[in-house]
Nanobody, 122 residues
């Protein structure tokens, strides 16, 4: 069993900062890419940021220069540092991890966190 536990969401004022964390635990052999998605009310889930196993990062245009994704491989944890928050960043944020449960199985990207609400409002 693999569990992804997110933390760090909440209410932040416009221009403020917030740091999200997502820790993976359980039967994990190897982790490949780690990513953050978000879903605002009435909208489709969208990719916010992704980081590869080698540390290469990519961001949605809407968050470039404001958000930073990072990972701690020793802790199987991915972070999302959100700076200069805007009201349009309000959404439920989900982490997604592509991993191998055992070395005999293929990588699987269907591992999701439970979601954490981020609200940007004054």
């Amino acid at each position: 069993q693999v569990q992804l536990v997110e933390s760090g969401g909440g209410l932040v004022q416009p221009g403020g900062s917030l740091r999200l964390s997502c820790a993976a635990s359980g039967s994990i052999f190897s982790i490949d890419t780690m990513a953050w998605y978000r879903q605002a009310p009435g909208k489709q889930r969208e990719l916010v940021a992704v980081i590869t196993s080698s540390g290469t990062t990519n961001y949605a245009d809407s968050v470039k220069g404001r958000f930073t994704i990072s990972r701690d491989n020793a802790k199987n944890t991915v972070y999302l540092q959100m700076n200069s928050a805007k009201p349009e960043d309000t959404a439920v944020y989900y982490c997604n991890i592509r991993l191998q449960v055992t070395r005999f199985q293929l990588y699987d990207n269907n591992y999701w966190g439970q979601g954490t609400q981020v609200t940007v409002s004054s």
